[in-house]
Every structure is written in structure tokens, then in C-alpha cells.
């Protein structure tokens, strides 16, 4: 979008990432157009701290913001979401605490 090209689903893409950022880093998120092995790519500006799981993080927005193939975008989708499924199935202490904090943000909405 930011170079004019047509889009279709990209706008929504673009905005679970800026989401994310937000919801990761508490700004708003600004992106960088570096060289790539493919010609360029994009990726938020704003490194990521070491007790975020990175690896994890990078390919989501690798992947949500540099995607031209409409026929893939799903099928990237589907992955992303197994990846994050697979990460917080590997530590059944992650659930809880996942568990934990929905209930804390559920009794703070209920109470306003």
C-alpha cells in the first residue's frame, strides 16, 4: 500500500501488526524497507526485548507485512497461528499464566 501497488486483504494484516506492536512496545508502529535476498522487505523499526519470545515475534511480522502472494495469505495465516499454539502448548505454566491474566482484565472490565 505504501507504494501505490493494489491490495486487498493487506490493510487488515497490517493492522493485527500494528496491534501487536502497540500491544508488545506501547508505541505505534514504524517500519523500516531493508535489502533481501527477494528484493526488500519490511520490518517494524522498534527492536525487540530479550525476554520476548523473538524468533516467534519476527516471523509474525516477516510474514504478515511482507506477503504479495494472494493465493498464500491463509495458509500464512494457519502457520502463524500453529506456531503460537505449538509455543504456548509447550509450557503449561504460559497457559496459566494466560488464564490468569484474562481473569484479572475481566474482573478490572466488570468493575468499571
Known sequence: MQENKPWKYQVDTYGLCVIVHLMLHNT??????????????????????????????????????????DEEHLKILGNLRKSFEDYMCSNPHLIKQLKQSLTKQRISMCSS
Request: charged share 30%; net charge positive; no cysteine.
Open 28 to 69: 505505534y508502529m514504524e517500519i523500516d524497507k531493508t535489502p533481501s535476498l527477494s528484493g526488500y522487505s519490511y520490518q517494524p523499526k522498534s527492536p525487540f526485548k530479550r525476554y520476548q519470545k523473538v524468533d516467534l515475534w519476527k516471523k509474525l511480522f516477516t510474514d504478515l507485512l511482507n506477503n504479495d502472494n
